[in-house]
């Protein structure tokens, strides 16, 4: 199994443009989660999706970001206006079950996005 | 709420030494707990868990037990290597609910 897949790895864009940031889960796994990772805020929570229904969105920060999954092989989360502050790097991670039972998250290498 | 906390870091050790990183956690019912593992430029990678009270979660040379009495799940390895330098992170779920992280311990094995 190849993992979850993310792409792109880095992505450096100008304040104001649009971001789309993509990530193929694991094969069968029923859960996704997009999360977002910098040094002031940690690890948070954006949004989960479970059999390609969102679930829980209260972790996204503002209107400008949108997430979908449009089949159970593919997602996507965009940010449009793109801010300086959005610089971070975005995991995705996927799960096989109900988070639990003890089934763990598999991760993603993430997406380094630097908003200049 | 639900949460975890997890000693500050960084922490810095010799080749060799013991390691200890805490962690305490606040939960109802009964939550699976989990050690994470971030190496520098990559995403998290499960490390141990442990799904009940008194199961030992071990990887690596790392071990964990998750102690209900003390609400902790304390990460230990004996002999620390220059290839365990990475963050970890101390994470618990529960049935229906998505993971909660806490802040990340970074730790430098030198020579």
Known sequence: DAGVIQSPRHEVTEMGQEVTLRCKPISGHDYLFWYRQTMMRGLELLIYFNNNVPIDDSGMPEDRFSAKMPNASFSTLKIQPSEPRDSAVYFCASSPGGTGIGYGYTFGSGTRLTVV | ?111
Request: net charge negative.
């Open chain 2, 1 to 111: 709420g639900d949460s975890v906390t997890q000693m500050e870091g960084p922490v810095t050790l010799s080749e060799e030494a013991f390691l200890t990183i805490n962690c305490t956690y606040t939960a109802t019912g009964y939550p699976s707990l989990f050690w994470y593992v971030q190496y520098p430029g990559e995403g998290l990678q499960l490390l141990l868990k442990a799904t009940k009270a008194d199961d030992k979660g071990s990887n690596k040379g790392f071990e964990a037990t998750y102690r209900k009495e003390t609400t902790s799940f304390h990460l230990e390895k004996g002999s620390v290597q220059v290839s365990d330098s990475a963050v970890y992170f101390c994470a618990l779920s529960r049935i229906g609910n998505q993971f909660y992280f806490g802040t990340g311990t970074s730790l430098t094995v030198i020579p």
